[in-house]
């Protein structure tokens, strides 16, 4: 219901590419973005759009290299992952608010239960 649904994760080699999805509710969120947590680290932003398509902000660490883009008519958010690391591995979530999002995890009251990506040397 209020949750959002991540899907598209798995298992690739060093280089390859994955496209990550979030469907959404039918509401009028503001702001998405995607986080990221690995094994014994904090949760970190990666991406971050409005639903309008402006402003979007990335990560240093993913800038060149991810593309975060929306289908409104789909209530779709997507992350676009190319030239993938080890490093890059994690569970990622997709979030929203009906406020205004940043890049910290607190600006986002919606949350998916996460798509883990796993990437291979």
């Known amino acids: 219901q209020v949750q959002l649904v991540e899907s598209g994760g798995g298992l690739v080699q060093a280089g390859g590419s994955l496209r990550l999805s979030c469907v959404c509710p039918?509401?009028?969120?503001?702001?998405y973005a995607w986080f990221r947590q690995a094994p014994g680290k904090e949760r970190e932003f990666a991406a971050a759009?409005?639903?309008?398509?402006?402003?979007?902000k990335y990560a240093d660490s993913v800038l060149g290299r991810f593309t975060i883009s929306r289908d409104n008519l789909k209530n779709t958010v997507y992350l676009q992952m190319n030239d993938l690391k080890p490093e890059d591995t994690a569970a990622y979530y997709c979030?929203?608010?009906?406020?205004?999002?940043?890049?910290?995890?607190?600006?986002?009251?919606?949350w998916g239960q996460g798509t883990q990506v796993t990437v291979s040397s």
């Open positions: 979030a929203a608010t009906i406020a205004y999002g940043r890049t910290f995890s607190s600006d986002y009251e919606y």
């Open positions: 759009i409005s639903w309008s398509g402006a402003d979007p």
């Open positions: 039918a509401r009028n969120f503001s702001r």
